[in-house]
């Protein structure tokens, strides 16, 4: 079998698999998010925290229940990293640096996952399993619920309730997160993941070097690391260790699981809305960047322009060979179109083009299709804007679901898109101009070395996780920096995604009349389309200029 129809039968089997979910896992989030009951175990949860369920909040009391738990998850994993050595199963490793545990709670936290160590050689199994894996499910759990609110938002009128953050929170992960989690982990084992609790296991090579080969509870974080579109490797080569990622087959069923949550996301909106083919236009327009960069970044691994990658046939530097070019570009085109981060292959090492590509990516607002819940409001934030912009053109009053756009929501959406830009130029641009800054952190310079900066700032700011490699992050500058990205690329849009939701909750529905513009469309879906490039070409086109598109035509 060709490579070429090898990687066709990837993609097929991928989308066939996506689709056969796509209307009953929606539905059943839908649901979820619905039901007026509460499962045993919740009411349990809820009597311990002293939460009363059935008790709904205003967007100011959701959100500042948002900052408040990230605020204690962020205190309590810092903690539990600088008292690792009082633990058990700390493997003997001792506190971690307070500027990398710093980094490193924000990162967790935020849903970036961004690992300036070395996992195997800095994480005992307790920080990783008490720590790091909860905070995968819990901050998945915060975007999924942010979404939802702005669905309500949209569902809701006359009201100044967009649900309960503690209710939503936990349905996310007991019902959603948790059972799939669960069932992808024995999956994930019988495909070859390693999951252990023993530190490692010692190895003996022909020419009679003894080596210790690193082990961990690998099965159980890999699945949520993908689910919740987290990244966080276990391993430092993460999802390229055969301990994570063994086969083509558990290659194709990581890259499944985190795309799943975010497609499915937009059949539950349209379910919610009550109309299933407002969740077509946002899946189709997904889609097609989707295949769209999968299809560029494909085409530039296989067609290189090196000397050395020109006589090898394809630009294999970097990849592995069990997954070669198809199923590398495919995770890495998934993995940053959503906020995951996990990589199964170096970008740092692909083509000029194919390497760009995956910034683009990025830089796009990671909604195709986005992270679990960011994916879902940020593309109906960038709606927002898009029914906006056509109101402007043809002289009306802008309105999208039943609701009327005007200066408040208008604000708010810009804000949400605003905040991840303004932090990407602003960090590049404060790296670049501190020479001696990257005379320590860069091992390339020109146009790569600028996009490996200024990967790292959009993958920290729009909370991905992925590194374009090259760079070293470890000094107080790049921790803090990129740690300040972290945050505030993921509270800022938070907090103004909230308030949207809350000022159109608020709202009586506007019946459709003559001039009201189809959403549910091919037409809408055009424009949608239009308007997320758009954005990020008149913001990011003149760094990117410098960077990738300046390496791709060397």
Request: charged share 10%; glycine share 12%; with cysteine.
């Amino acid at each position: 079998m060709s490579t070429i129809l090898a990687g066709l039968l990837q993609v097929g089997v991928l989308v066939l698999l996506l689709g056969a979910v796509y209307v009953p896992f929606g539905d059943y989030m839908a649901r979820v998010y619905s039901d007026r009951s509460h499962w045993r175990a919740e009411r349990v949860l809820y009597r311990v925290f002293r939460v009363d369920p059935d008790a709904e909040q205003r967007w100011t009391v959701y959100a500042a229940g948002v900052l408040a738990f990230s605020f204690l998850s962020i205190v309590l994993l810092y903690l539990l990293q600088r008292l690792q050595f009082l633990l058990p199963f700390s493997l003997d490793r001792g506190a971690v640096d307070p500027g990398i545990a710093f980094n490193t709670a924000i990162s967790f936290v935020t849903n970036t996952n961004w690992q300036s160590y070395v996992p195997e050689k800095t994480m005992g199994h307790a920080v990783a399993m008490a720590g790091l894996t909860v905070q995968n499910f819990v901050s998945a759990a915060v975007g999924m619920a942010v979404a939802v609110a702005l669905v309500r938002g949209f569902v809701r009128t006359s009201t100044d309730r967009i649900g309960n953050l503690w209710v939503d929170l936990t349905r996310s992960v007991v019902r959603i997160l948790l059972p799939i989690s669960f069932v992808a982990a024995i999956v994930l084992v019988a495909g070859g993941v390693v999951m252990s609790l023993r530190a490692g296991v010692d190895v003996t090579t022909v020419d009679g070097n003894g080596y210790t080969i690193a082990l961990a509870p690998t099965a159980s974080q890999e699945a949520i690391k993908e689910l919740g579109t987290n990244g966080g490797g276990i391993y430092n080569a993460n999802s390229a260790h055969p301990f994570e990622n063994p086969t083509a087959w558990t290659n194709l069923l990581e890259i499944f699981l985190l795309l799943v949550i975010p497609v499915c996301l937009t059949r539950t909106f349209g379910t919610m809305v009550g109309n299933p083919r407002q969740g077509h236009v946002l899946v189709a327009v997904m889609g097609a960047i989707w295949a769209g960069l999968l299809a560029v970044a494909w085409w530039a691994e296989s067609h290189p322009n090196g000397p050395a990658a020109i006589a090898a046939g394809a630009a294999m530097e970097g990849k592995e060979v069990r997954f070669g070019i198809p199923g590398s570009t495919l995770f890495a085109v998934s993995t940053t179109g959503t906020s995951t981060g996990a990589v199964n292959s170096m970008h740092d090492s692909y083509t000029g083009l194919g390497g760009g590509v995956t910034l683009l990516n990025i830089l796009l607002g990671e909604v195709a299709p986005g992270g679990v819940g960011a994916g879902l409001y940020g593309i109906l934030v960038l709606a927002v804007v898009a029914v906006f912009l056509a109101g402007l053109m043809v002289g009306r009053t802008p309105e999208y679901l039943g609701k009327k756009l005007g200066r408040v929501q208008v604000t708010a959406a810009a804000i949400a898109i605003l905040a991840m830009p303004t932090l990407v130029l602003l960090g590049t641009g404060a790296a670049m101009a501190l020479p001696g800054e990257l005379d320590a952190a860069l091992t390339n310079d020109g146009p790569h070395g600028l996009s490996e900066v200024m990967y790292a700032f959009a993958s920290a700011a729009n909370n991905n996780g992925s590194a374009f490699g090259g760079l070293t992050v470890t000094s107080p500058f790049f921790q803090s920096a990129l740690g300040l990205a972290m945050l505030l690329g993921r509270f800022v849009p938070i907090l103004a995604v909230l308030a949207l939701a809350g000022s159109l909750a608020a709202q009586k529905r506007v019946e459709p009349g003559a001039g009201t513009l189809p959403t549910d469309g091919v037409l809408f879906g055009v424009l949608v389309g239009g308007t997320v490039l758009l954005v990020a070409a008149l913001t990011f086109f003149p760094a990117l200029g410098l960077g990738p598109i300046t390496e791709a035509l060397a």
